[in-house]
């Protein structure tokens, strides 16, 4: 039988470093990860571990004090950001969009990567691509909805149909489950598994802090700890306790049931005798 060939590389970070100019505090080090066509990564780690910081090397948005970083198959200090940013797609409950616009409205600001909207630039073709990613999403009702009015879940979603609208190769999603309800949460685990089914050449890098929110697609993932790699690789090789103990410093116990992960810390019980 014929070996199947690997897929091309979306993202290769060979002894990546960053400094913090002003105290040469080392926020990466030496980190080496490759991420390829059509992979799902989790990215986890504590508060600090470096996970933005690999973000914003992947989004090309910083470049790295040592080493070097291929994305999309240009390396970073020898191409045109600016052009490379409009392959890569950015999800962020942080980020600005026009919050009085509608959904369809922001949605569309994503084709030209403005927060605000440029109306001589959306054709009629990508007006309804906009609708289309909308109705993908379980958004179709909400297209002249306010963002504004939209719910914490509603709108990490309209965000995502926002990425999308540029056909990117690769998304990046920067805790987008923050301050979620257990609904919503349940609804973008949905939606992003559906995405995954339906765009197999899609690449996504998930930054979370909870194995709750872990999507069945994710098959891969990356543990930081204070700014060096823990542990990469296929997602059940990675996600066990012992890992995830030395990541997080503490003992942790990891349980998969019926393709989702949970993580908890177990406490020490006493018994009072009397």
Not at 96 to 106: I, S
Not at 167 to 175: M, R, S
Not at 199 to 227: C, F, K, S, W
């Amino acid at each position: 039988m014929t070996a199947t060939p690997p897929r091309p590389v979306v993202a290769a970070l060979a002894g990546v470093t960053v400094r913090k100019y002003t105290t040469d505090q080392i926020i990466l080090g030496g980190v080496d990860w490759t991420v390829r066509a059509g992979e799902h990564w989790a990215l986890l780690g504590a508060n600090g571990a470096g996970k933005t910081t690999v973000l914003r090397i992947l989004g090309a948005t910083i470049h790295p004090t040592e080493g070097t970083v291929d994305v999309l198959g240009n390396r970073l200090g020898r191409v045109d950001v600016r052009e490379l940013r409009t392959r890569i797609g950015f999800v962020s409950s942080a980020q600005k969009v026009p919050l009085d616009e509608t959904a369809h409205t922001v949605v569309l600001t994503g084709a030209t990567g403005t927060v605000q909207p440029l109306w001589r630039k959306y054709d009629d073709a990508t007006r309804r691509r906009a609708h289309e990613l909308l109705a993908e999403l379980d958004l179709k009702d909400l297209a002249d909805r306010p963002y504004a009015v939209c719910s914490g879940g509603q709108r990490a979603r309209i965000l995502i149909a926002r990425a999308l609208i540029a056909d990117p190769a690769l998304l990046l999603l920067d805790e987008p489950f923050n301050a979620l309800d257990l609904p919503s949460r349940e609804d973008l685990v949905d939606a992003l598994h559906r995405l995954a089914a339906a765009r197999p050449d899609l690449t996504t890098v998930t930054v979370t802090h909870h194995l709750e929110e872990l999507a069945p697609n994710i098959g891969h993932a990356l543990l930081l700890r204070d700014g060096r790699v823990q542990a990469a690789g296929p997602i059940h090789d990675v996600l066990t306790g012992r890992h995830l103990t030395e990541c997080f410093g503490r003992p942790i116990e990891v349980t998969h049931h019926n393709t989702r992960w949970h993580a908890y810390s177990p406490r020490t019980q006493t018994t009072t005798e009397g």
